[in-house]
């Protein structure tokens, strides 16, 4: 079963609108990491966020915020004021597990293009 | 130089040849893996090292090596690869193991196989 799903493959978005990426995630584990990546064409995998299963509150960090609903298990990124550089494919992941054998899983990633 | 760096960044190899990809992190960090990226498909984690010590390999073909000679190091040895081995090879690392800690990556190799 996949582990993170990311239903939206592409996404389109004026300039300096907000724009909401949806994730949703399985895992039986309590305690977890969700995270939030972009790929620009280079191809880089910058880090953009993190939500730990234990937090309470929604994750911030600058244009972008992590909409978490526990209950439902989405982990939703919200990038508000987009700017044309936030064209890239947007990758969600949870790293779950036990012990030393974390493992870090990505969904398949949503293409977002930010019209001028 | 800050970060994780890879190097080369772009590599082409014919099925006989014996190539190695680089990383190299400045981070302090004491997990380090590598990631294959295959146009149209999830990331897929390879390797695994934490503290120079390889925790998991992920059925792997014996064709791709790595190797971690200290913690701020890591290759992967290719030999007699196959075109659909060609993806982006993504080298990342994280302070531990642990749920919480994030992964950071390099540029990336974009590998092609003739």
């Known amino acids: 079963a996949q582990k993170i799903t990311q239903t939206q493959p592409g996404m389109f978005v004026q300039e300096k609108e907000a724009v909401t990426l949806d994730c949703t995630y399985d895992?039986?584990?309590?305690?977890?990491?969700l995270f939030w990546y972009k790929q620009p064409s280079s191809g880089e995998m910058i880090f953009l966020i993190y939500?730990?299963?234990?937090?309470?509150q929604n994750a911030t960090e600058g244009r972008y915020s992590l909409n978490f609903q526990k209950a439902r298990k989405s982990a939703n990124l919200v990038i508000s004021a987009s700017q044309l550089g936030d064209s890239a494919m947007y990758f969600c992941?949870?790293?779950?597990?036990?012990?030393?054998?974390?493992?870090?899983?990505f969904g398949k990633g949503t293409l977002l293009t930010v019209n001028p | 130089e800050t970060g994780v760096t890879q190097t080369p960044r772009h590599l082409v190899m014919g099925m006989t040849n014996k190539k190695s990809l680089k990383c190299e992190q400045h981070?302090?960090?004491?997990?380090m893996y590598w990631y294959k990226q295959s146009a149209k498909k999830p990331l897929e984690l390879m390797f695994v090292?934490?503290?120079?010590?390889?925790?998991e390999n992920n059925s792997v073909p014996s064709r791709f090596s790595p190797e971690c000679p200290n913690s701020s190091h890591l290759f992967l040895h290719l030999h007699t690869l196959q075109p659909e081995d060609s993806a982006l090879y993504l080298c990342?690392?994280?302070?531990?193991?642990?749920?919480?800690?994030?992964?950071?990556f390099g540029p990336g190799t974009r590998l092609t196989v003739l």
């Open positions: 090292y934490s503290l120079e010590e390889r925790v």
């Open positions: 992941a949870m790293r779950d597990g036990r012990g030393s054998n974390y493992k870090l899983t």
């Open positions: 895992t039986s584990d309590p305690s977890y990491g």
């Open positions: 939500q730990g299963s234990y937090d309470q």
């Open positions: 981070l302090g960090h004491n997990a």
């Open positions: 990342a690392s994280s302070q531990d193991q642990w749920a919480r800690d994030t992964q950071y």
